[in-house]
């Protein structure tokens, strides 16, 4: 009996050896920002509406971050990670290179999101990298309005209006 115990023991003391850590966080690197989120985007004379729900993880910065979108049972079903020199989306058929985060949401969504601005206004503030304009409800930035009038309940909305409109809804579960 005790030397079942010891080599248990033993075993236990042996897997947690080979475990790994995970990666480190770059110092500095922002925290990770969670919830679900939702785009839609209007039809066009060539295009059908397009829209997307999904619960979210997100972190980064203009340097560089992670944005990973899980379907309701928790399948991940895209990843994006992005640096100055590129972006690249990950799905299910494999990994795509693109030029930066604008082009990759066009070629999926079929119009331009500003991934690079959203953890900033998901934080309820403006993306340091381009001017914008305060509103009473919020800020205009990018060709969008930015409502932040629900942020305290966790509701962060934005939308552009310029045709196709498109909308961005976020519940933000942690910030």
Known sequence: MIRTRLCAAAAAVLLAACATAPPPTRPGAPAWISGRLTVKVDATATQAAQGANAAFELRGDAEGGELHLNSPLGTRMVSVRWSRSGAVLVTA??????ADLDALSREALGESLPLAALPDWLA????????HLPEATGFEQLGWHVDLQRQAQGWVEAQRTTPPAVSLRARIDTL
């Open 93 to 98: 058929q494999g990994e795509r290179s693109f």
């Open 124 to 131: 309820g503030r403006p993306w340091p990298h381009a001017p």
